[in-house]
């Protein structure tokens, strides 16, 4: 018999706005249009982060290695670990000559390090492979715009992930499938690429999740999967693709029985539950919330606690963060993007929804490097370049809506300056580390009496009121 639980508010902090929303909501106004920010991304060559200011901030913005706690390694023989990653975002070299096409696609990426991609996700693997968790789950924009031709490499090296005897399970993302965006990069060409299809989708990663499923639902590419220590990961499809991708997510109404039907089955053989998505569950961007969190989400929010399921991981904002609805026993946690600075992804021991722990870990690009004795130098000073880089994307974005504003110069690099810095952190879950030096400082000031009604203003804003917390931690009770 279902199990209604009473159901009462939590607290939610205040929430952030997503990187990956940006970008898509100006695709949506210019309907496909890209946003041009001028940043060098070419092997070899360093980033302008723009001119040093007095104020900034007096410890290194570069966001160190987070220190996790011992972990136990064995619970009842199972490794108690659960790996999570996100919005991998891989692309297949045989779809570029990494020629002027490529290299101007890479610049303009919205903060996704395409030229590293390659190193990004080979360390991950290797590193998922070194800690042995009981499954590694992620959660969707496997691809960068869905290439059929990348999905295919990327399960090349998912493989060797289950020959090390590690679980993937894997769903889509709203990059992934039917995505019109799919191209090859040849010279300065950009030609149209080999989309990937739903029903290519599942017999690619079939032995990532499909294949493997306890459960598939027949209306989207949903399914349920069983952990060795019993928990089951509820995976849903929430992306709309239906003729071509759409940015937003939502869950079909046949979903929503078949939701009904496997949970009662869960429930009846007290099985602990994890619901997974791409897109978020709750509101975590005020702003972007038609883009980020699923359409009706209190539907699923409800159908979800009423059955007992107190813990939803997802993706899609590009940010790492979490938050507790306000009216179910549901906790949110936000994982943020691999493929964007610090390349971090999470771990999770849990032993019920009332009981676990989250903690991030940053990908090792530089001892990766230094192991294969790559000459890159860009590698072998990851976290500063990969920290500069994306700095310099917030930096020329805010450049671009301030100039030839009524603002003397050096007012409007101090403003990018700040937007980008706060920027980088709050990517990272740590914006809470500089969060009385954003208040305080000149360029802060100078963003408020500028225009309240500018979106980059409200980010700012928004970043500022978030700041409450460090994302990258999340320990329940």
């Keep these: 018999m279902k199990k209604i639980w009473i159901l009462f508010g939590v607290w939610a902090g205040a929430v952030l706005l997503g990187g990956c929303s940006y970008s898509d909501q100006q695709d949506a106004a210019a309907e496909g249009a890209d946003i041009i920010i001028e940043t060098q991304t070419d092997t070899g060559a360093e980033t302008d982060p723009g001119p040093s200011s ?11 290695p987070l220190k996790l706690p011992e972990l136990p390694t064995e619970t009842d023989t199972v490794n108690p670990e659960i790996v999570i990653a996100s919005d991998i975002h891989y692309l297949a070299k045989e779809l570029t000559d990494f020629g002027n096409a490529f290299s101007e696609m890479a610049r303009n990426e919205d903060g996704k390090m395409v030229s590293y991609v390659w190193e990004i996700t080979d360390a991950f693997l290797g590193e998922v492979i070194a800690r042995r968790p009981q499954v590694l789950i992620l959660s969707g924009d496997l691809t960068l715009n869905g290439e059929y031709v990348s ?3 990327l399960a090349l090296q998912l493989k060797r992930v289950e020959e090390a005897g590690i679980p993937v399970v894997v769903i889509p993302g709203n990059h992934d499938i039917n995505n019109s965006k799919a191209s090859v ?7 149209p690429g080999e989309t990937t299809s739903p029903e290519q989708f599942a017999r690619i990663y079939e032995d990532f999740g499909y294949s493997e499923a306890m459960s598939r639902d027949p209306y989207s590419l949903s399914y349920i999967y069983e952990l060795r220590d019993g928990t089951w990961l509820l995976m849903l499809d929430s992306c709309q693709y239906e003729g071509s991708a759409l940015v937003g997510g939502m869950i079909r109404t046949g979903t929503y029985e078949w939701i009904d039907t496997e949970l009662e089955k869960a429930w009846n053989d007290d099985r602990r539950v994890i619901a997974v998505s791409h897109h978020n569950l709750l509101d975590e961007s005020r702003i972007y919330e038609d883009d980020c969190t699923i359409e009706h989400s209190e539907d699923l929010q409800e159908k979800l606690s009423s059955w007992g399921v107190g813990l939803f991981l997802s993706g899609h904002l590009h940010v790492q963060h979490y938050k507790e609805s306000e009216e179910y026993f549901i906790d949110e946690i936000v994982t943020s993007a691999l493929s964007i600075f610090p390349c971090q992804y999470g771990v999770l021991q849990f032993f019920g929804p009332d009981h676990y722990y989250y903690q991030t870990r940053k990908t090792n690009i530089t001892a990766w490097a230094e192991e294969r004795n790559n000459p890159d130098r860009n590698l072998h000073n990851f976290d500063e370049y990969a920290n500069e880089f994306l700095k310099d994307v917030f930096y020329r974005e805010a450049m671009k809506e301030l100039e030839g504003k009524e603002l003397r110069p050096e007012q409007i690099r101090n403003m990018a300056d700040l937007y980008g810095t706060a920027n980088v952190h709050a990517v990272a879950g740590s914006a ?10 000149e360029a802060y000031k100078q963003w408020q009496e500028y225009d309240h009604s500018s979106i980059l203003c409200m980010y700012l804003n928004e970043i500022v009121e978030d700041a409450v917390v460090d994302y990258n931690e999340k320990r329940k009770p």
């Design 54 to 64: 007095p104020w900034l901030p007096p410890e290194e913005t570069t966001i160190a």
């Design 185 to 191: 990069y040849k010279g300065s060409s950009v030609v």
């Design 432 to 441: 809470y580390k500089i969060q009385d030096f954003i208040i305080d400082s």
């Design 151 to 153: 999905h295919e490499a």
